[in-house]
């Protein structure tokens, strides 16, 4: 239990920072659920927008500390690299 007041103040702000970082991560997420979701589907077109809200979304959330860079690297280029395959059946 937190007994002065500038430790009673930072549980304060970290539970507002998770409760931030919650967000971001699940909002991106989400982005990467609807590039699964088009590729599954086989829709190119829609693949290539979601993959492209998806890295702005990733490489956000990792400049804010909310992820690592090289997770966020890591799963933008094999969401990349699928949709390429996908349009490359074509």
């Known amino acids: 239990m937190a007994n ?7 549980t304060r702000v970290i539970a507002r920072r998770t409760a931030v970082n919650k967000s971001r991560r699940t909002g991106m997420r989400t982005t ?3 590039v699964e979701d088009a590729i599954a589907a086989g829709d190119e077109k829609k693949a290539k927008e ?8 990733t490489m956000k959330a990792a400049g804010k ?5 090289n997770l966020a690297s890591r799963k933008v280029s094999r969401l990349s690299k699928r949709v390429a395959a996908l349009s490359a059946k074509k």
């Open 4 to 10: 002065t007041k500038s430790a009673k103040k930072a």
């Open 32 to 34: 990467w659920r609807a």
């Open 50 to 57: 979601a993959l492209k809200a998806a890295e702005s979304k």
């Open 65 to 69: 500390g909310v992820v690592h860079k």
